[in-house]
């Protein structure tokens, strides 16, 4: 059974970085295509970022330039750097993994962006 548990969320000021991280259990994290969602108060989740098992990304065009995801298939490790915070980057942050019909999900991990 795939867990995947996030880290590295808390209050930034605006222009400020963090770095979020998800590390999954089980066998099938190299294989899989990872992704970042967030969900805004009174927002739908939506994609941020999304890495494949070969490392081509994807990326929001909100995000695009400040962003950027990665991944350690050896700690079994994805990652989310975040550059140039907006206060429009709150919310709650969210890893996934996806393979074939399976879909796991992280708990989430709160960003506030405020001065």
């Known amino acids: 059974q795939v867990q995947l548990v996030e880290s590295g969320g808390g209050l930034v000021q605006p222009g400020g970085s963090l770095r979020l991280s998800c590390a999954a259990s089980?066998?099938?994290?190299?294989?899989?295509?990872m992704g970042w969602y967030r969900q805004a108060p009174g927002k739908e989740r939506e994609l941020v970022a999304s890495?494949?098992?070969?490392?081509?990304?994807n990326y929001a065009d909100s995000v695009k330039g400040r962003f950027t995801i990665s991944r350690d298939n050896a700690k079994n490790t994805v990652y989310l750097q975040m550059n140039s915070l907006k206060p429009e980057d709150t919310a709650v942050y969210y890893c996934?993994?996806?393979?074939?019909?399976?879909?796991?999900w992280g708990q989430g991990t709160l960003v506030t962006v405020s001065s």
């Open positions: 996934n993994l996806a393979l074939g019909s399976l879909r796991v």
């Open positions: 089980g066998s099938i994290f190299s294989i899989s295509v």
């Open positions: 890495i494949t098992s070969g490392a081509s990304t």
